[in-house]
């Protein structure tokens, strides 16, 4: 059974039988919810919902749980690398808050009716999805600089309209999460700006971060709506409030300015201001390369996953004491 | 792959966390987390809702030994408090000109 239960197999036989398992629905409590989800309101985890509406913000919320525990580990790779004390109390305190980050949202899962062992065992074996911009490597210290900038900026734009989503905790989650995220946006361009006014050799280091973060922070928003399979039901349900194209091209709109105030490029040839729609029309984006790296053959996959286990493995008597100091301290005040 | 064992924190008892932004003001739901006991849920608390001093105080209660309404009687159940219109200062009139307030 224990090898069971970590392999991809056991997985693999508990979503399918989690999917067989899915009740229809009433179409009058089906009605009455999307009425409810029409007028505004929000959904909660008492209220009635229809079985697909739970199984996609399952999906959806753990994946972005993941997301946040994953993105520990690029930055966590330069903590002791840090150029200053002030950079390094700075780059500690973000990762600790994308640690926080993981948790309000796996909480927020559990008001779902699943068991956050059962997701964080997904992560581990591999069968859960993540971002896949925390599958490229950091190179050099202008990365903490870009991720900051560009990777929390595109998390910003997608989690600002989340904070509207239709599942209270989900929204609820966001809120906190948008207000800690402007600090992590802002201490990253404030490494880019002093990188940008630095030495040629800090300029060159930043812009080629910028070279290789520009294309993935893209496609952080996930595929172009016309391949989105699930983005009519969440959208319909007000999952989702905007559609991923929206909110890449908002992403856009806003960063080329704060990248020309850096005098620096992205490299896309194809990138030009429309006069018309106000928007920066961009270039195509590589989704092959997208579809390698979210089905698990990135440059640092593998490495991101066994990190993760090597932590959980050696949190274990951490998790161990705990119990055992909190069962010693019941036995003491029963004794008492 | 090793499979994780012993106890995992998500057995662990669910403690919902209240904070109180300020001196005076109303203690507020924050979220929840999982904790051995009090004590432990207390510091797991402020290391997860109160990084940035947004809590004067805590609360954490089991979630076990909240009793809340339930939304499906949510009419029936508040009806007493709906139809009654003569609790609101608005149901009265005053005579023109007067400043009741
Ligand atoms: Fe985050
Ligand atoms: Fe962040």
């Known amino acids: ?19 067989r398992q899915l009740p229809a629905d009433d179409p009058a409590q089906v009605a009455a919810f999307e009425a409810l989800i029409a007028a505004g309101e929000s959904i909660e985890p008492k209220d009635w919902m229809p079985a697909r509406y739970r199984s996609q913000l399952t999906r959806m919320m753990s994946q972005h749980a993941h997301s946040e525990v994953v993105g520990m580990l690029p930055e966590g790779n330069w903590i002791t690398r840090a150029p200053s004390l002030r950079r390094k109390q700075s780059l500690i305190a973000k990762v600790q808050d994308e640690a926080g980050h993981g948790l309000y949202i796996y909480c927020g ?6 068991d956050r062992f059962d997701l964080f065992n997904q992560l581990l074996d591999g069968t859960a999805k993540y971002s896949s911009i925390f599958n490229y490597p ?9 991720i900051g900038w560009l990777v929390d900026g595109a998390a910003i734009v997608n989690q600002t309209v989340l904070a509207k989503t239709s599942y209270g905790p989900y929204a609820r989650a966001m809120v906190r999460i948008c207000k800690e995220e402007n600090f992590h946006k802002r201490q990253g361009y404030e490494i880019c700006t002093v990188l940008a006014n630095g030495t040629p050799a800090q300029r060159a280091m930043l812009q080629d971060a910028v070279d290789r973060f520009w294309w993935p922070s893209l496609m952080m928003f996930g595929p172009s709506d016309t391949n989105s399979l699930n983005s009519g039901e969440l959208l319909r349900w007000k999952v989702k409030r905007k559609t991923n194209d929206e909110l890449r091209q908002r992403f856009v709109n806003l960063t080329i300015p704060q990248a020309q105030a850096l005098g620096i490029t992205v490299p896309d040839p194809d990138l030009r201001f429309d ?9 195509e984006i590589d989704w092959s390369e997208f579809q390698q790296v979210i089905s ?25 004491a705990a119990s055992a100091h909190a069962a010693k301290r019941a036995r003491k005040t029963e004794a008492a | 792959m090793a499979e994780p064992t012993g106890p995992t924190d998500s057995h662990w008892p669910l403690w919902e966390v209240f904070t109180q932004g300020n001196v005076g003001e109303p203690f507020e739901h924050a979220g929840s987390l999982h904790a051995t006991d009090a004590e432990h849920a207390l510091q797991n608390a402020r290391d997860v809702y109160a990084r940035r001093g947004e809590a004067m105080n805590l609360w954490v209660v089991p979630s076990t030994a909240i009793t809340a309404s339930a939304p499906s009687d949510a009419g029936p159940f508040f009806d007493p408090g709906n139809d009654k219109a003569y609790r609101h200062p608005q149901f009265y009139k005053a005579p023109r000109g007067i400043r009741v307030f």
Request: charged residues 25%.
């Open chain 1, 109 to 114: 899962t559990e008001t779902l009716g699943v």
């Open chain 1, 296 to 320: 698990g053959n990135g440059p640092c996959n593998r490495e991101r996953l066994e990190a993760r286990r090597k932590a959980h493995d050696d949190g274990q008597w951490v998790r161990e």
């Open chain 1, 1 to 19: 059974m224990a090898t069971l239960r970590g392999s991809r197999l056991y997985s693999l036989l508990h979503m399918t039988t989690t999917i």
């Open chain 1, 138 to 146: 950091t190179l050099s210290w202008a990365d903490m600089g870009v």
């Open chain 1, 275 to 283: 006069p018309e729609t106000k928007n920066w029309v961009f270039g």
